[in-house]
């Protein structure tokens, strides 16, 4: 009704100023008969309303339509009262709706041919740095060395690309098992031994053998391996350690994993889950990307575990998992 008010109010002032008009034209013209005026402007009223009436009859359910918000997309091609303006504007919702869907299932199919040539391209570059690795595992000379750790690191990358692409179907890629916390820990660190050594920074796992977590092993190595480069790279001094501390506390078990680098500014926490984000930190570490703390973040929310982030410049960072 309030809608249907507000579409008739330039009606209504027409009206009234119509009236003042010809009433006035009328008492210029020396007709003064009062009641015989006031009675014309009753009857052009009770028309007014019957008018109004038969208007808002019509397109009452239209009307309604229009003020209430769609709760699905069904609700759109849902049937109302029909009448020559509602049924106009019903057909052509109707036709920009299907150009809507077409297009929307034209970038739909798009995108999921770009995912699956991003799989199938990951899948097709881990080939040769396997092969690399390969040939390279038993010379000992810096030269290969160096090649290994940057290979190391288009390692991560594509893993990295590859586990984002995959984000957005990951109830299709998601299975929930009982794992132990300690073992799967020593398992991460293990396959990042390279990296450790290469910065001449240790792990410290301090993680009690009876703590079990349900997870998904795959995703959230994925996190740990983020969570462990991230915590090696801003690690400027050597011989120093990342600790890995499990511990329980009511409801959940903890994982705290603190590094003794260079720390993140405390204007810079509230945004290092944010995308591209690189802060302060950023300027100085070119490596840097924005995407771990981000990947981590989203991954652990589809988990269903929940990731805190503490820290002071030049005393570390801690990162917080709550399985």
Known sequence: ?????????????LYFVQLFVVTSIYWLDGYHHLTISLYAIFLSTCLLIAYLCYRYWTNRSFYQRLEKPLTSIEDFTSEWQRS?????????L?????????????????????????????????TPISVIHLIIQDEDDVRFRAIGDELDRLKKGLEMVLYTARLDLFEHDFYVETIQLEKMVRSVTSSQKRLFIRKHVFPSIEIPENLTIATDEKWLSFVLTQLITNAVKYTIHENRKVYFRGLKQGRHIILEIQDEGVGIPESDLPRVFEP?????NGRHFQESTGMGLHLAKQICEKLGHRIEIESKVGQGTMVRILF
């Not at 020559?84 to 052509?92: G, I, K, R, T």
């Not at 034209?106 to 990951?122: R, S």
Request: cysteine-free; charged content about 25%.
């Open 94 to 126: 109707i036709s920009q709706f299907d150009h809507y869907k077409r297009d929307l299932h034209n970038y739909k199919y798009k995108l999921e041919d770009h995912v699956q040539f991003i799989h199938q391209w990951v899948h097709q570059m881990k």
């Open 84 to 92: 020559p303006l509602s049924e106009s504007l019903h057909q052509l």
């Open 276 to 280: 591209y984000f690189t802060g302060e």
């Open 1 to 13: 009704m309030k809608l249907f008010i507000r579409d008739q109010l330039p009606l209504f002032f």
